[in-house]
């Protein structure tokens, strides 16, 4: 018999970062074309680790997995990080290196480890690697296949070619520390590769405004300019801004209005037609993180309020360090974030 009642409160929360952490892997850009260089970035913390060494290792392959534009999935970054679920492709580092699948070779790492550039081979998207991994059998010469056969085949591979592509899984793993002490981590990037005209971009910078909840004070409706360094929040300087206990809102800005659109397949509608184009708007995703206190959401999606609240625990001793991470995925492969080193004053 299992018994849950009370549990769930208990469970660990992936906007908390108490450990080591992958909280993203980007791809810039996102979506790319065979002979494209793709370069990699990777969003590691390790909160507790007092300097540890940290030790990064990059690895790239092909395993057959339908691409972004087909019912609208992939894209995405998993890790197996405490507070996530693995979402497990593969481990690319574990091929052999004359692997058929391995794309290592192609794959070049900074002296730090901490960015990598993969170059898409040829091979990556061709019509034989579509059609291995979208089933796509072409009639036996000699079976007198008709010709409305052999030309939706061509067109499914035309527009599997151009639209929904092909993912390249991009395996990151981050140690920290050596020896018996050693933690290690294992994060997986989809890179969709596909001939389209009109590829995917990364997010633009992320940006929100922090009032204290109930605050009347309404976010500005135009667009504003980011704080440089990467910084999350409106107006913010190089001092850290000082919050209290309580309860905050994190409210997104510079949403592109109106969102763009893209084009993706789904299964045909209709006999005799293997599948349908179809045009959607993207929706941008914010995930959340801190070291500190806890969010209402852990995800909140740019249609909708965009809002979060933040309750962090009054504090009653020094001043307190609170970063705060914010990762913007766009659902399709495009992923950016931002970083605010925030302050709990006594």
Sequence with gaps: MLVLAGCLED?????KVDSLRVLAVRAEPPEAAPGDSVKLTALVVDPTGKGRPLTMRWSACLIPERGNGFFSTGGTTS?????YSTDDPGTCSSLPPDAKQNLSKTLTMSPDGREATFVVPPEVLTP???AQVYGLKSPTVGTGAPAAVTGQLAEATAAFLTIAGVNVTITLEVTAGTGAAAETLVAYKRVNVSLSTT???NPPDVLFHLVKDGDTAEPPKT?????PGGRCLLAEDTAPIKLSGGKWKLTALNIPDPPPKYSVLLGGSSTG???????????LFYSFFSTEGKFGQDIVKSVGSHQVQWELEPNTATPSPAPLWIVARDGRGGTTWCRSDLEIAP
């Design 199 to 201: 590829r995917n971009t």
């Design 273 to 283: 037609k293997l599948f349908d184009v179809v045009e959607r708007e993207e929706t």
């Design 128 to 130: 034989s690697s579509v």
């Design 79 to 83: 890790t197996s990080g405490s507070g």
């Design 223 to 227: 667009a504003q300019p980011v704080p």
């Design 11 to 15: 469970l660990p929360r992936p906007s």
